[in-house]
């Protein structure tokens, strides 16, 4: 079972929109979470990281929060552009010496003009 | 500084054949983690290098293997290519491990035929 989960699976927004992306984890003992943004064909991004103590962190238009007690996190999109279109996907690293790192299978964003 | 080049970008194999991917880290980065993207599975860890040892393994077969060298560049090899091994195969590289600070690179899309 994969210890990531995202959702919406996929979204369809509109340009001028604001969305909010989510990501629920299980993995534990926790070190950090991270944003990343995929543009089609391309290598992933990252956006923001946060760890423990964070709760909340931006990147441009993009505000990442994270509440570790639930253990979930939200990626919010302001003002979305044609140029968000793309895949984000949640990572969540767990403390060493575990050094895998357990992915989201990502939310696909498209935005309309 | 450079970023983490993957070469080639795309390649074109038959069923059968094998392939060798390429993987150069940021300048002083050390660990070294390979990848497989799909559309179905979302990404999936193959392996973690970390100065020539490979010190993490994924689910894969015994076909996916990989290296690493002493200037840290690192390959991967498919042996008897699937039809299901088309995919994009990402690295990223790291000072110390994938927990902390990673970068990804663009990737090497794989088509197997």
């Known amino acids: 079972k994969n210890q990531v989960e995202q959702s919406p699976q996929s979204l369809i927004i509109l340009e001028g929109k604001n969305c909010t992306l989510q990501?629920?984890?299980?993995?534990?003992?926790?070190?950090?979470l991270r944003w990343y943004k995929q543009d089609t064909g391309r290598g992933p991004v990252s956006l923001t990281i946060?760890?423990?103590?964070?709760n909340t962190k931006s990147n441009g238009r993009y505000t990442a929060t994270l509440d570790a007690d639930t253990k979930q996190s939200s990626l919010h999109i302001t003002a979305s552009q044609l140029s968000d279109s793309a895949s984000y996907i949640c990572?969540?690293?767990?403390?060493?010496?575990?050094?895998?790192?357990?992915f989201g299978a990502g939310t696909t964003v498209t935005v309309r003009a | 500084k450079a970023g983490v080049t993957q070469t080639p970008r795309y390649l074109i194999k038959t069923r059968g054949q094998q392939v060798t991917l390429s993987c150069s880290p940021i300048?002083?980065?050390?660990?070294v983690s390979w990848y497989q993207q799909t559309p179905g599975q979302g990404l999936q860890f193959l392996f973690e290098?970390?100065?020539?040892?490979?010190?993490n393994k994924g689910n894969f077969p015994g076909r996916f293997s990989g290296r690493q060298f002493s200037n840290s560049r690192s390959e991967m090899n498919v042996s008897t290519l699937e039809l299901g091994d088309s995919a994009l195969y990402l690295c990223?590289?790291?000072?110390?491990?994938?927990?902390?600070?990673?970068?990804f690179g663009s990737g090497t899309r794989l088509t197997v035929v």
């Open positions: 990223a590289s790291s000072l110390t491990g994938p927990n902390y600070g990673y970068t």
């Open positions: 990501c629920n984890y299980t993995v534990s003992p926790f070190s950090n």
């Open positions: 990572v969540v690293s767990a403390l060493p010496p575990d050094y895998k790192l357990s």
């Open positions: 946060m760890t423990f103590s964070e």
């Open positions: 300048s002083g980065h050390r660990s």
């Open positions: 290098y970390f100065s020539e040892t490979q010190r």
